[in-house]
């Protein structure tokens, strides 16, 4: 079976918004077997929402209708489905009463454009809107003389989202052909995209059964699996197989298999080992911290570390000697080695890191050019530090420098 | 001048990628006067692909396709297009030739499937691609008997925005209705979106000429402006008046007319007078060092700072009397402004911020729960401090604990 989502309003035509709820509908729709070919955007517009509704109904079997449910004059999506469908609309006097007392519960008094929102396409079933006024609406009827399924659903995600889950899903699976669909999520960090891919394609060549993408970002790629078969226990087979087989072939370049961000799995290893974290940092100024203190229950091992951007703070945070910076400069191994050396018994944690680089636009030179970075790792035995050169933003030299850090914090801890 | 824009690739139609580029094309046709009425997303599929573009040929003067011009099979977007404008596609020898000499530039050898970047749609202008291989196309056409528009991009970002700038927009601006029309953008800190908009709604009804869009992110609210007339000074004036006007109600919580950040407004006021900046910061975790340091040239006025995760740091780093607490517990007022004048003085700073709180998800006591919040701000002369206690997820919170930070750093400096 094959779906369309189409989200409703012109704020989502405009420059400032984007409609993000329809990559969720497209993984929970793809769990049941049904792939979504086609999306859509049109504004409050009745004329063109029907049009758009009689496009979708005649490409594709179910159709799910995102926003325009509300209350307001511009709120136009029952109305326009109805007309497009030919059938007639019905106003709900159980959904009217709910929508009184929910107004009086909270002592205000409902003004009578709120009514509209109990109008039901003749034949849809009505889902009731836990976080929202306005309720959804499934429909199992035909179009053109074939069956289709249409669903409304309300346009804020917190809404749209409980509400799907808890009221659609179900009896979509009930109606798509049974579809057993296994995927899994490998997460590749510091290898570039075309290597990885030369080095996976001979690999994914055998194993026609399983989909493959690869997304790349900065020092991070991930290779999404999913197969189809007769049985779960097919499937998962299928993609399992072909998983070991990429974790051999990329080895300890994997940090995840479930899923996990690579900040989750640093500190699964650092709460495994029982150890603790201090980080000093001078170009990523700030965002490493922000990375590991992103995962709920970070105290536990994250005690703390230091931005340092000007040298003297360098030698108040992190002992660093000013003879050293003045001898090899702020952005130097020497310096990286003594930031993390520092930070760690400064901060009397089992694990010290130190990150020091020009992340640019300005303040490269020759010798020492934007995106050149120095990162080290301290454990009290061995020192471990590299140097890099990346290409591109502010943003992306920053983010490669943290995803170089906790990777050989990673690779420490392994 | 209505436009549709259409994104092509199956990739798009996963739960993992999502078009960016139809918000900034969006602006720019905008700028022009041109509205955007549709957008769709369509896989790479010939027969779906040349049905979109009909539908869209039949429903708009101007299309925009992004995508599907490289050399793979799945590379589908010339064919489809000609075919549905019923046009011949015509392989253009010097385009054979460039991508002949790009790739012996690189000393490797083009495979033959390349060449098919070079077939144009018969009547299409070509637009040469400076950012990699596969160029653009302009046509100015005929569709069912009415004049249209039609425009291929590639879709990568890097290779879309210049072209579309450099070889799109003048060619748009020259056939379009002349249209003025002049944009602003207000910036809010910390004000409920019901207060502003309660303000704010009096304001908008007696300047009807200007349309305005709020948009709402944790304790950040924008207001877009947008007006059309017949000069630009006319359109220019309109919005100049209400932003006014708007200025005048909502006073000293704007905190930008022009576009910029909060954290660049910051930093704007700290080299005005000449002052530097240290943070302190425990729930934040090093997102409000990241924030002010993702501006680039920050270093001109920050120095930098502490993530203080453990109590033991917060005594270490910003000298905190470990007494105080123990008394008073590490979420309090008096420990955050113990931080923010430590924090000042161990890093010689004009100013000091000082962020202590609970982000959540656990955490949290009856006295002191998830989202409370203490930020002190210290330049040695006053500390001002405030308490916060904001609804939400971990990344609502961090955020909303560094808006208020800095906007009460602003408003030390105004």
């Given at each position: 079976m094959i779906a369309e989502i189409i989200a409703i309003g012109s704020e989502l035509l405009t420059p400032f918004r984007q409609d993000t709820n329809s990559l969720f509908l497209t993984e929970k729709l793809n769990e049941l077997g049904i792939e979504v070919v086609h999306k859509s955007v049109v504004g409050d517009d009745r004329a063109e929402l029907a049009s758009v509704a009689r496009i979708a109904l005649n490409r594709t079997d179910i159709v799910i209708f995102m926003g325009g449910l509300g209350p307001t004059e511009d709120d136009l999506t029952r109305e326009s489905v109805a007309e497009a469908m030919r059938l007639p609309l019905r106003r709900d006097p159980d959904i009217v009463a709910g929508l009184y007392a929910r107004f009086a519960a909270r002592r205000i008094k409902m003004t009578e454009n709120n009514s509209k929102q109990a109008d039901v396409i003749a034949g849809a079933a009505v889902m009731p809107n836990n976080n929202g006024s306005a309720p959804g609406q499934w429909l199992e009827g035909?179009?053109?003389?074939?069956?289709?399924?249409?669903?409304?659903?309300?346009?804020?995600?917190?809404?749209?989202?409980?509400?799907?889950?808890?009221?659609?899903?179900?009896?979509?699976?009930?109606?798509?052909?049974?579809?057993?669909?296994?995927?899994?999520?490998?997460?590749?960090?510091?290898?570039?995209e075309s290597e990885c891919d030369s080095r996976c394609a001979p690999i994914y060549k055998e194993h026609n059964g399983v989909q493959t993408t690869i997304l790349a970002g900065p020092g991070d790629i991930q290779l999404h699996l999913k197969a189809r078969a007769d049985t779960l226990e097919e499937a998962q087979?299928?993609?399992?197989?072909?998983?070991?087989?990429?974790?051999?072939?990329?080895?300890?370049?994997?940090?995840?298999?479930g899923g996990e961000s690579l900040e989750q799995i640093v500190g699964y290893y650092l709460q495994m080992r029982g150890a603790t974290l201090a980080v000093a940092e001078s170009c990523t100024g700030g965002l490493l911290a922000e990375r590991?203190?992103?995962?709920?229950?970070?105290?536990?091992?994250?005690?703390?570390?230091?931005?340092?951007?000007?040298?003297?703070?360098?030698?108040?945070?992190?002992?660093?000697?000013?003879?050293?910076?003045?001898?090899?400069?702020?952005?130097?191994?020497?310096?990286?080695?003594?930031?993390?050396?520092?930070?760690?018994?400064?901060?009397?944690?089992?694990?010290?890191?130190?990150?020091?680089?020009?992340?640019?636009p300005s303040g490269g030179t020759a010798e020492k050019p934007v995106g050149l970075m120095y990162i080290a790792v301290a454990d009290g035995k061995k020192t471990d530090v590299i140097d890099r050169k990346v290409p591109?933003?502010?943003?992306?030299?920053?983010?490669?420098?943290?995803?170089?850090?906790?990777?050989?914090?990673?690779?420490?801890l392994v």
């Amino acid at each position: 079976m094959i779906a369309e989502i189409i989200a409703i309003g012109s704020e989502l035509l405009t420059p400032f918004r984007q409609d993000t709820n329809s990559l969720f509908l497209t993984e929970k729709l793809n769990e049941l077997g049904i792939e979504v070919v086609h999306k859509s955007v049109v504004g409050d517009d009745r004329a063109e929402l029907a049009s758009v509704a009689r496009i979708a109904l005649n490409r594709t079997d179910i159709v799910i209708f995102m926003g325009g449910l509300g209350p307001t004059e511009d709120d136009l999506t029952r109305e326009s489905v109805a007309e497009a469908m030919r059938l007639p609309l019905r106003r709900d006097p159980d959904i009217v009463a709910g929508l009184y007392a929910r107004f009086a519960a909270r002592r205000i008094k409902m003004t009578e454009n709120n009514s509209k929102q109990a109008d039901v396409i003749a034949g849809a079933a009505v889902m009731p809107n836990n976080n929202g006024s306005a309720p959804g609406q499934w429909l199992e009827g035909s179009y053109e003389g074939k069956k289709k399924v249409v669903i409304l659903l309300p346009g804020p995600p917190v809404e749209l989202k409980p509400m799907f889950m808890e009221q659609a899903y179900e009896r979509l699976r009930a109606i798509a052909p049974p579809a057993f669909i296994a995927t899994r999520v490998l997460k590749v960090a510091l290898m570039p995209e075309s290597e990885c891919d030369s080095r996976c394609a001979p690999i994914y060549k055998e194993h026609n059964g399983v989909q493959t993408t690869i997304l790349a970002g900065p020092g991070d790629i991930q290779l999404h699996l999913k197969a189809r078969a007769d049985t779960l226990e097919e499937a998962q087979e299928l993609v399992d197989v072909l998983a070991e087989e990429l974790e051999d072939e990329l080895d300890e370049r994997v940090y995840s298999t479930g899923g996990e961000s690579l900040e989750q799995i640093v500190g699964y290893y650092l709460q495994m080992r029982g150890a603790t974290l201090a980080v000093a940092e001078s170009c990523t100024g700030g965002l490493l911290a922000e990375r590991i203190t992103s995962v709920a229950g970070s105290s536990r091992y994250f005690l703390g570390g230091a931005v340092v951007y000007s040298n003297e703070l360098k030698t108040a945070m992190a002992d660093v000697p000013p003879l050293m910076i003045a001898e090899h400069g702020a952005v130097s191994k020497e310096v990286a080695i003594a930031l993390a050396e520092g930070i760690r018994k400064k901060c009397k944690a089992d694990i010290g890191v130190g990150v020091t680089g020009i992340a640019g636009p300005s303040g490269g030179t020759a010798e020492k050019p934007v995106g050149l970075m120095y990162i080290a790792v301290a454990d009290g035995k061995k020192t471990d530090v590299i140097d890099r050169k990346v290409p591109g933003s502010r943003d992306r030299v920053r983010f490669y420098a943290t995803q170089q850090a906790l990777d050989m914090v990673r690779l420490k801890l392994v």
